[in-house]
């Protein structure tokens, strides 16, 4: 059961370009709501997080927008840039849980070009 | 050292074969978790340790897979009797006891069944 949906599968952003990518989560229990960034050979890498508390979070170029009622959450990443290039993931967990287990997205794979 | 380590990095079985996996936590690090990484999708959550306690097996996939953290720092991830479907990466995180900061993931282990 896939509790995290992620699209597009893939993306080609021009170098200084937005690149968008959205995901929606069906369990309304879900309170944590990070995004990963994962370069090939190498583990996920935590890029930035929001809690439903703020409808918006930014950092740097990044940048987390939140919907709560539509259980929508999406990442732009503004001046899109070749470094950028890599396959993003949106995750949920529910903090007060017993694991913090994460439940991730099917990945979006970027590829900025020069 | 400054990161989660895991080796070996590439692991080819055969079939039938008992494999184990290492996962050496970033120091102080109370909480670990093992996830399976299928090629072109997201981390799929495993198991889960506070110290040398495991709380959650409830993402292994079969009684084939067992982990174990005795003196709550390195982890075994030990797969036996390994199928063609065990092949994946299987990546290690481990978090401060508050994961609001996020894991540190490891760069993972290959794992190919032939």
């Known amino acids: 059961q896939q509790q995290v949906k992620q699209s597009p599968q893939s993306l080609i952003v021009q170098k200084g370009g937005i690149s968008i990518i959205n995901c929606a989560y069906e369990?309304?229990?879900?309170?944590?709501f990070p995004w990963y960034q994962q370069f090939p050979g190498k583990g996920p890498a935590l890029l930035i997080a929001?809690?439903?508390?703020?409808s918006e979070k930014k950092e740097g170029r990044f940048t987390i927008s939140f919907n709560k009622s539509a259980k929508q959450f999406s990442l732009h990443i503004m001046d899109s840039q070749p470094g950028d290039s890599a396959t993003y993931f949106c995750a949920a967990s529910i903090e007060g849980g017993a694991t913090n287990k994460l439940i991730f997205g099917t990945g979006t794979l970027l590829a900025v070009q020069p | 050292g400054a990161g989660v380590s895991q080796s070996p990095r590439y692991k080819v079985a055969k079939r039938g074969q008992d494999v184990a996996l290492r996962c050496d936590p970033i120091?102080?690090?109370?909480?670990l978790f093992w996830y399976q990484q299928a090629l072109g999708q997201g981390p799929e959550f495993l198991t889960y340790f506070q110290n040398e306690a495991q709380l959650d097996k409830s993402g292994l996939p079969s009684d084939r897979f067992f982990a174990e953290r005795p003196e709550g720092s390195v982890s075994t991830l030990k797969i036996q009797r390994t199928q063609q479907e065990d092949s994946a990466v299987y990546l290690c995180?481990?978090?401060?006891?508050?994961?609001?900061?996020?894991?540190?993931f490891g760069s993972g282990t290959r794992l190919t069944v032939v």
């Open positions: 120091s102080g690090h109370v909480s």
């Open positions: 929001i809690r439903p508390d703020v």
């Open positions: 369990n309304t229990a879900f309170d944590y």
């Open positions: 995180a481990s978090s401060l006891q508050d994961p609001n900061y996020g894991y540190t």
